[in-house]
């Protein structure tokens, strides 16, 4: 594949995700996966795979979904399938990092993780 178009497409699935809420996102997630966040701590794991920065990315969009008042979870999450799928990502997480698995921090993952359940 030419670098180029491998950018374009990059481009394309950036404007794609875009016009989808992290909700959305986070539902179809669980409903695939019956709210088990094993595949996500698979995909940080591999080196072949942004999952990182897509994930850091959808817990921002929902940390400023959250209300600044109350910062609790926001309704649309709350009210289906995905936050099962959080609170386990938050204990496959923190039970990851004390085993040191990660080759990279996860606290500032399980601080805002905890911003946007609490």
Do not use: C, M, Y
């Not at 039970?95 to 359940?117: S, T």
């Amino acid at each position: 594949i030419d670098k180029n178009e491998g950018g374009e497409r990059s481009a394309q699935a950036l404007h794609l995700l875009a016009q989808i809420s992290p909700e959305q996102i986070l539902e179809t997630l669980s409903n695939l996966w019956s709210g088990d966040s094993s595949f996500i701590i698979d995909l940080l794991l591999s080196p072949d795979t942004n999952a990182l920065q897509f994930l850091v990315s959808i817990f921002r969009q929902l940390d400023h979904h959250s209300s600044p008042s109350s910062s609790s979870i926001p309704p649309s999450v709350a009210a289906g399938g995905s936050k099962k799928l959080l609170l386990d990502l938050r204990t496959r997480l923190e039970n990851a990092w004390r085993k040191r698995l990660f080759p990279f921090n996860v606290q500032p993952l399980l601080r805002r993780l905890d911003r946007i359940l609490l």
